[in-house]
C-alpha cells in the first residue's frame, strides 16, 4: 500500500519563503518518479515540479521557474518542494504524486498515487 504524506504548508506573506515535504512508503522509493502539483479553487490541478524517473532530471512549470526548487532524499524517501518569493497566485493546495509510468511528467492521470494535499495560503 502506497501512501505519501504532505506537510509544510502553511500562511505566509507574500515575498515569503515555504518548505514542502512530502513522505513516501510502501515501495522503493528511488524507483519512481515524484511530482508536485497544485489546484486553486474553481480550476484544475496544474504541474508544478518533477523529477524524472531516474531522478536526474527536474522540470517545473514556467509559473514557478527560478523561485520553486524540487529535491529529493532517497534514503529518507521524501521528496521536498521550497518555495521562495511567494506570490498570492501560488495560493492553492499542494499534491505529491508518484508514477512508475513513462511519458507527459506534466499529465496528472500518469500518476499512479496522490498524498492527501497541503494548503497553502499566500496573503498580499
Known amino acids: 500500500q502506497v501512501q505519501l504524506v504532505e506537510s509544510g504548508g502553511g500562511l505566509v506573506q507574500a515575498g515569503g519563503s515555504l518548505r514542502l515535504s512530502c513522505a513516501a512508503s510502501g515501495r522503493t522509493f528511488s524507483n519512481y518518479a515524484m511530482g508536485w502539483f497544485r489546484q486553486a479553487p474553481g480550476k484544475e490541478r496544474e504541474f508544478v515540479a518533477a523529477?524524472?524517473?531516474?531522478?536526474?532530471?527536474?522540470y517545473y512549470a514556467d509559473s514557478v521557474k527560478g523561485r520553486f526548487t524540487i529535491s529529493r532524499d532517497n534514503a529518507k524517501n521524501t521528496v521536498y518542494l521550497q518555495m521562495n518569493s511567494l506570490k498570492p497566485e501560488d495560493t492553492a493546495v499542494y499534491y505529491c504524486?508518484?508514477?512508475?509510468?513513462?511519458?507527459?511528467?506534466?499529465?496528472?492521470?500518469?500518476?499512479?498515487?496522490w498524498g492527501q494535499g497541503t494548503q497553502v495560503t499566500v496573503s498580499s
Open positions: 504524486a508518484q508514477r512508475s509510468k513513462s511519458g507527459r511528467y506534466y499529465y496528472p492521470p500518469n500518476y499512479d498515487y
Open positions: 523529477f524524472s524517473r531516474s531522478g536526474g532530471t527536474t
